[in-house]
């Protein structure tokens, strides 16, 4: 059997963030990508210029299409877009037994602006993921600006990561995973997993390359496919940090400003020759 992975996510026209960072990881971690597409988004490697989100009633129709008649092993959010979205998303996962303490488990990425600053959703999102998402999820995916954002915590150094997990860990998720990325002069790239008891550091090396766009949706994807394939939180959390470590050192320049992080680094050599 195939395992599946669904996300709920916005669409990147650049291509390196949103859903499809998420389908090409699905792809190379060998799971079936699902897709409940919440907002479409104009952007290049200069910013966000335009969106058009997508119905609240369609958001939520296309979770339950494909749980309803595909099945889902784990699922993952990324933007959401308003807080409209966000309660059609908590209801339709419900119907769709998705989330902690139910049969599929949930990573939610509470992706609140892309990498250029740009907001992603609005302060009812905000109020909205706290109050539906973070008590519904089984992994909670923060990077360092959205842990200011949740919990007013200004996280400068590794100890301080220990205090956003436990502070975050508090609003509701059985798990969480505070990402690293930010912390720019830390020569090491080490990401924490806290289940409300013991401390997990995920160790990496730190790439000193420009080009991490979409790092942050392939770290949460990986993981969410790794549960998808039945392995354990802990154990799925380490493999969303090798992906995403790969990922990274295998980054490529495209466009004026950042690139995007590689899952082609999975892929097998080109076997095809013409002619042959
Ligand atoms: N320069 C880097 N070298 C190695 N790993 C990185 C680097 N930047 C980010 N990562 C990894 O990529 C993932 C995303 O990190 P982060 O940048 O904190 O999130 P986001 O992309 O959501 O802002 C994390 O697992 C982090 O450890
Ligand atoms: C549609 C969409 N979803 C998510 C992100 C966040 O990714 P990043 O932090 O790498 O900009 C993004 N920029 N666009």
Not at 69 to 95: P, Y
Not at 202 to 212: D, I, K, M, S
Not at 240 to 268: C, D, E, H, I, Q
Request: glycine fraction near 10%; hydrophobic fraction near 45%.
């Amino acid at each position: 059997m195939v395992a599946s992975a669904l996300t709920i996510a916005g669409s990147d026209s650049g291509g390196a963030a949103g859903l499809q960072a998420d389908l090409r990881t699905f792809l190379t971690c060998g799971v079936h990508g699902l897709v409940a597409v919440t907002a479409v988004t104009v952007q290049n490697t200069l910013g966000v210029h335009d969106r058009s989100d997508i119905p609240p009633h369609v958001v939520a129709g296309q979770i339950e299409a494909v749980a309803a008649d595909m099945g889902v092993n784990a699922a993952k959010t990324g933007m959401l877009a308003s807080g409209e979205i966000i309660k059609a998303v908590a209801e339709a996962c419900d119907r769709a037994d998705i989330g902690r303490d139910r049969a599929v488990p949930f990573v939610v990425d509470p992706v609140a602006a892309s990498m250029h600053g740009h907001p992603l959703f609005d302060d009812a999102g905000l109020a909205a993921l706290r109050e539906e998402l973070l008590p519904r999820a089984t992994v909670l995916t923060p990077n360092l600006d959205e842990v200011r954002l949740l919990t007013g915590l200004t996280v400068t150094g590794r100890a301080e990561m220990h205090e956003a997990a436990v502070a975050l860990h508090a609003l509701g998720p059985r798990y969480v995973l505070v990402k690293s990325g930010h912390l720019t002069e830390d020569p090491e790239c080490v990401d924490v997993l806290y289940d409300g008891t013991d401390f997990v550091d995920l160790h990496g090396p730190r790439f000193a390359t420009p080009h991490t766009h979409g790092a942050g949706d392939s770290m949460a994807s990986a993981l969410t496919a790794g549960l998808a394939r039945g392995m354990s939180v802990p154990e799925a959390a380490r493999f969303g940090k090798w992906f995403v470590s790969n990922a990274v050192a295998n980054s490529y320049p495209m466009g004026a400003k950042v690139g995007p992080v590689s899952a082609f680094w999975r892929l097998a050599p080109e076997e095809f020759t013409p002619g042959g």
